[in-house]
């Protein structure tokens, strides 16, 4: 139990759903991310929140929303998905003392998502 | 750019010691990370390096050289639930320190 927690764990979605993945972190951090984990590739980012204004500038399809409604909370809205989408997505926190160089981030359990 | 190398697998055996090499190219250097993840499970922190040298730390040691671009995690008296994947990450630089750039990860395979 790292002090980040996720929403739902699993989630299968046809492409024209729209669903919403939730993280919440309970170790008082103010920065936060988002990130994919696909099968044989690295962790990729796709967003960062510090103290709730995004960011970092990855290039991320629209079909993925982020919204940091204050420094506890991280969704990432999803619409109109394709199964290449399909991976772990994984958020994380870091305390943001010195903008992001060097700090640990905590990660979460991840969602599993599958794209249908 | 950031680049990351480190092997795809290992195997070792229960009670000997391993090392998990990477090798890294950065723009600039904020240190290195070591994280270890589970199948299936959240990556956690093991070890942060910023200066040359070894860092112990009970059965898990990190060593870093920033002269070569080199560091390797170091486990000892293996255990079959270190089976897991050995993730590098170093942070970047200026605008882009918030980005941790992960390796591919290395899966560990520890056996009888």
């Known amino acids: 139990e790292t002090g980040v927690t996720q929403t739902p764990r699993h989630l299968v979605m046809g492409m024209t759903n729209k669903k919403s993945l939730k993280c919440e972190q309970h170790?008082?951090?103010?920065?936060m991310y988002w990130y994919k984990q696909s099968a044989k590739k690295p962790l990729e980012l796709m967003f960062v929140y510090s103290l709730e204004e995004r960011v970092e500038n990855n290039s991320v399809p629209s079909r993925f929303s982020p919204e940091c409604p204050n420094s506890s909370h991280l969704f990432l809205h999803l619409h109109t998905l394709q199964p290449e989408d399909s991976a772990l997505y994984l958020c994380?926190?870091?305390?943001?003392?010195?903008?992001?160089?060097?700090?640990?981030?905590?990660f979460g359990p991840g969602t599993r998502l599958l794209v249908l | 750019g950031q680049n990351i190398d480190q092997p795809t697998e290992m195997t070792a055996t229960e009670g000997a010691i391993v090392q998990i090499n990477c090798t890294y190219q950065?723009?600039?250097?904020?240190?290195l990370f070591w994280y270890q993840q589970h199948a299936g499970e959240a990556p956690t922190f093991l070890s942060y390096?910023?200066?040359?040298g070894l860092e112990e730390k009970g059965r898990f040691s990190s060593f870093l050289s920033r002269s070569k671009g080199y560091s390797y995690l170091l486990l000892k008296e293996l255990q079959m639930k270190d089976s897991a994947s050995y993730l590098c990450?170093?942070?970047?630089?200026?605008?882009?320190?918030?980005?941790?750039?992960f390796g591919k990860g290395t899966k560990l395979s520890v056996i009888p």
């Open positions: 170790l008082g951090h103010n920065a």
């Open positions: 994380a926190s870091s305390q943001d003392r010195s903008g992001g160089a060097g700090e640990t981030q905590y």
């Open positions: 390096n910023v200066l040359d």
């Open positions: 990450a170093v942070p970047g630089s200026g605008a882009g320190s918030y980005q941790l750039t």
């Open positions: 950065t723009s600039g250097f904020n240190g």
